[in-house]
């Protein structure tokens, strides 16, 4: 998959921006360390977030993991396929398995956002360790 217009965080969440609409999900690397996913919960559309902010969360057979925000703004939209097909996570983390898209109110803030080559680099030091 192309995911060249892919921002990513190093809590392992990525960001694709379209205008102001930023849409949020968790990489193939956080997917295959959680495991199966077993349920996700996912904020509430029309709630105020703020960067760094605790939003959702993942449970999968191994642990539950929160999911921070990436960006500030306001949830426009969940995934509710997620609630029946929690699985989608694992099956297609940068299509179908998306968590939640947020209107951003500083798009400025994507710019401490790291493009998808320093996300591998960053990836390989974790693995180094």
Known sequence: MNLKNFK????????KCEGNISTIGITDYAQKELGDVVYVELPTPGDAIKKGDAC????SVKAVSDI???VSGEITEVNNTLDDQPEKVNQDPYGEGWLFKIKMNNQDETEALIDEEKYNDYL??????
């Open 8 to 15: 990513f965080t190093e809590d392992h969440e990525w960001v």
């Open 68 to 70: 921070y925000a990436p």
């Open 124 to 129: 390989k030091g974790i693995s180094e360790e």
């Open 56 to 59: 959702s969360n993942i449970e």
